[in-house]
C-alpha cells in the first residue's frame, strides 16, 4: 500500500471514529429527549448524523477508486446542486435550450477538462465561453421578459455548482515537489476542515451563540460561533498538516483562510435562500436540506485554496 | 415474459424521472393507505401520471391506474407496451364521434375491480397562464357512482418547466407532487357546486407548494 493510501485510511479512521462518537452520544440524547416527549433539534442532530456517515463513505469510495472516481462524483454533486439552484432560478420557456445546454453539455465539458488536466480551458470556460454562449441561446428565442436577470441567474447557478466546486477535483492536478501521488489528501484536507468548520460553528453557535453576525439574514449565525468554529477547526486544520504539503504554520493560514471562505459562502448562500423564499435548497440529505445547503462553504473555500496552493506550492 | 418486460420498463421510467426532478411526495392531508381512491391532480404535461406513479409505495402503485387518451397510447407498439403493460392505463376514447365505448363505462369499470384510478379532471393538458382549467364532469359522474371512494387532490409542482410541450430534452428541475385531504360528493350537491369545491381544494394545495 502506498504511503498516500496509508495517510487516507488513517484520515477516515480518524473520521470514523469521530462520527461513532457523535453517535453514540446523538443517540444517547435521543433517549433522554424521549423521556421528555422527544425534541425536533436532537431528531435533526441524529439525521445529520447519519447523513455524515452516507457522504463520508461515499466520499472515502471516490478516493480509493483515484481521480476518475473523484473526477465523476463531483460531476454528479455539481448536477444535483445545479438541479436545485435552477429551480430557483427566474426561467421562462425561452430558456428552455440554455438551460439543457447548461445541464447537458457544459457541466460534462467542464468536468471532462478538469479530468484531462486542460487548466487553460477549464479555467475559463465557464467564465468567459458559457457566460457568452447561453445568453445567445436564449435570446433565439425571442422572449425579452426579465432577459437580463434570467442570463445573470444561470450563469450565476453554472459558476456555484459547477465552476467553482470543480475547483475541487483540479485540485488533483496540481504538482508539487515531494507530494506526488497524494493530491487526494489535498482534496480530504480542504472537505475535512471546511466540514468540520461549519459542525464547529453550528455547535458554539448552540452553545454560547449571542450575538448575530448579520440578524435580517440568519439568526443561527453568530459572532461566538464564527469565532470559536474557525478557530477550532484552523486548530484541526493545523494538527492535520502531516497529510498536506504544508507546514504546521502555512497549513493554519491555510485553515484560516479556508474557513473563513466558508463561512462567507453560508452567508451569500443564505441571502440568496431568503430572497427566493426557501428555507433549504432541496431535500435529498437527511436532516441537511439539499447538496447546496452542505456544500455552500466548500464551493467558495475551493478556488481559493485551488489557487493559493497552486501558486505557492505547485510547479504547473 | 411482457409482465417482466413491464416491471423493468416500470422501474426505467421510475428511475429516469427520479434522476431529472428528484421528485418527492408531500402527504399533507391525507395518508399512503391502500384505500381505493381517485387521485384528481392538475395536468401541464404527458409527464404528470409518471410522477404521481412513481411517487406512491409500490403496494398502492399495483392497484393504481392512471386515466389516459386511447388515441395517443395505442398510436404504435412501444406507446402500446408502455400504456397497457407498464401504467395499465385506463385507456378511454377522447373522440365523441367515432368512439365505440363510454369513456365514464371504462372508468366504472376500472373502479368495480377495485382498482385506484389517477385522473385529470381538466380533461386536457393546460397550456395557458391560468393555474387550472375549468374541471369537466367526468369526477363528478364518479363520485356519484361510487360515494364511499375517497377523491384525492394532487398537486404537481414544476414538471411543466421541465419538459414543455414540444421540447424532446428535459431540464432537470426539484419537482414535488403534493396530496391534500380527501373528499367525497356531499348528500345532494350539485354538480357545479361539487367541480368547483373539488377544483379549489387542488388550487389551494397549489397555492401552498
Not at chain 1, 431535500?283 to 436540506?289: D, K, P, R, Y
Not at chain 2, 385522473?119 to 361510487?146: D, I, V, W
Amino acid at each position: 500500500m502506498s504511503a498516500a493510501a496509508q495517510d487516507l485510511l488513517r484520515l477516515l479512521a480518524g473520521i470514523g471514529l469521530l462520527l461513532a462518537a457523535a453517535t453514540l452520544l446523538a443517540r444517547l440524547l435521543r433517549r433522554r429527549a424521549a423521556r421528555a416527549g422527544g425534541s425536533a433539534t436532537v431528531e435533526n442532530l441524529n439525521a445529520r448524523i447519519d447523513a455524515w456517515w452516507g457522504m463520508v463513505i461515499v466520499l472515502g469510495l471516490a478516493f480509493l477508486a483515484g481521480r476518475t472516481g473523484v473526477v465523476v462524483l463531483f460531476a454528479l454533486v455539481s448536477f444535483a446542486a445545479l438541479r436545485e439552484f435552477v429551480t430557483l432560478c427566474t426561467r421562462s420557456r425561452a430558456d428552455h435550450w440554455a438551460l439543457a445546454a447548461a445541464f447537458f453539455v457544459v457541466l460534462p465539458a467542464q468536468y471532462v477538462l478538469v479530468w484531462q488536466d486542460w487548466y487553460g480551458l477549464y479555467t475559463i470556460f465557464i467564465p468567459v465561453y458559457a457566460f457568452l454562449l447561453l445568453p445567445v441561446i436564449a435570446v433565439l428565442e425571442g422572449d425579452t421578459k426579465s432577459f437580463l436577470v434570467r442570463i445573470a441567474e444561470t450563469q450565476w447557478a453554472l459558476m456555484i455548482c459547477v465552476y467553482a466546486l470543480s475547483h475541487v477535483p483540479a485540485l488533483l492536478s496540481l504538482r508539487i515537489t515531494g507530494f506526488e501521488g497524494r493530491n487526494v489528501l489535498l482534496i480530504a484536507w480542504l472537505v475535512v476542515v471546511v466540514q468540520l468548520s461549519d459542525v464547529l460553528q453550528y455547535t458554539w453557535g448552540k452553545l454560547f451563540g449571542r450575538t448575530p453576525v448579520a440578524p435580517s439574514l440568519s439568526p443561527s449565525k453568530t459572532w461566538e460561533g464564527l469565532v470559536g468554529g474557525v478557530l477550532s477547526a484552523t486548530l484541526a486544520g493545523t494538527l492535520l498538516f502531516w497529510i498536506t504539503p504544508f507546514g504546521a504554520a502555512q497549513a493554519a493560514g491555510m485553515a484560516l483562510v479556508v474557513t473563513l471562505a466558508g463561512f462567507c459562502g453560508g452567508l451569500v448562500m443564505s441571502a440568496i435562500k431568503r430572497d427566493k423564499g426557501v428555507k433549504d435548497w432541496g431535500h435529498l440529505i437527511a436532516g441537511h436540506g439539499g447538496f447546496i445547503d452542505r456544500l455552500d462553504s466548500v464551493v467558495f473555500a475551493a478556488p481559493l485554496f485551488f489557487h493559493l496552493t497552486r501558486f505557492f506550492f505547485s510547479t504547473v | 415474459m411482457t409482465r417482466l418486460a413491464a416491471r423493468v420498463a416500470g422501474r426505467i421510467i421510475t428511475g429516469f424521472a427520479w434522476l431529472i426532478t428528484a421528485v418527492r411526495a408531500v402527504w399533507q392531508g391525507s395518508a399512503p393507505l391502500p384505500d381505493q381512491r381517485i387521485y384528481f391532480a392538475n395536468h401541464r404535461s404527458n409527464g404528470d401520471f409518471i410522477l404521481i406513479w412513481s411517487v406512491l409505495p409500490t403496494v398502492l402503485r399495483q392497484r393504481t391506474r392512471p386515466v389516459a387518451a386511447a388515441d395517443y397510447w395505442l398510436a404504435g407498439p412501444v406507446r402500446r407496451f408502455i400504456g397497457r403493460d407498464v401504467f395499465r392505463a385506463v385507456l378511454i376514447e377522447r373522440n365523441a364521434e367515432d368512439r365505440r365505448t363510454d369513456p365514464l363505462r371504462t372508468m366504472l369499470e376500472a373502479l368495480e375491480r377495485g382498482d385506484s384510478l389517477i385522473l385529470f379532471p381538466e380533461g386536457t393538458r393546460n397550456m395557458t397562464e391560468s393555474p387550472l382549467l375549468r374541471f369537466r364532469s367526468g369526477l363528478y359522474n364518479l363520485a356519484l357512482a361510487n360515494p364511499d371512494v375517497d377523491l384525492v387532490p394532487v398537486w404537481i409542482d414544476n414538471l411543466n418547466g421541465v419538459l414543455p410541450k414540444g421540447r424532446l430534452v428535459p431540464v432537470p428541475l426539484l419537482c414535488t407532487v403534493t396530496f391534500g385531504a380527501s373528499l367525497r360528493l356531499a348528500d345532494g350537491e350539485d354538480r357545479r357546486a361539487f367541480l368547483d369545491r373539488a377544483a379549489d381544494a387542488l388550487l389551494s394545495l397549489g397555492a401552498a407548494a
